[in-house]
Nanobody, 118 residues
Framework: QVRVVESGGGLVQPGGSVRLSCVASGSNFRIYAMGWYRQAPGKQRELVAHITTGGSTIYTDSVKGRFTISRDNAKNTVYLQMNNLKPEDTAIYYC????????????WGQGTQVTVSS
């Protein structure tokens, strides 16, 4: 089973950028699609970005053109580059293994908080 640890969040001003990292344990990382998800206060967790084993990506409409998901299989790591951040991006961000539809498969980590505020 793959376990994940997210990092890189913090307080950022509107229009700013941050890069999240997710390091996965285990030797099977490369066989999994991976997703970044977020949960804002009072809202359900939602899929933000998804990357397949072959590197194909999808994004939720609200982040298209601003966020970029990537992966480094040699480092068992998936990244989320977040640019032009908006207050509505404020949430706890989680990564997880996923199927090709973006449905999460594994256990959730602790997540990393991103707060966009001036």
């Amino acid at each position: 089973q793959v376990r994940v640890v997210e990092s890189g969040g913090g307080l950022v001003q509107p229009g700013g950028s941050v890069r999240l990292s997710c390091v996965a344990s285990g030797s099977n990382f490369r066989i999994y699609a991976m997703g970044w998800y977020r949960q804002a206060p009072g809202k359900q967790r939602e899929l933000v970005a998804h990357i397949t084993t072959g590197g194909s990506t999808i994004y939720t409409d609200s982040v298209k053109g601003r966020f970029t998901i990537s992966r480094d299989n040699a480092k068992n790591t998936v990244y989320l580059q977040m640019n032009n951040l908006k207050p509505e991006d404020t949430a706890i961000y989680y990564c997880n293994t996923a199927n090709n539809l973006g449905v999460s498969l594994g256990s959730w980590g602790q997540g990393t908080q991103v707060t966009v505020s001036s």
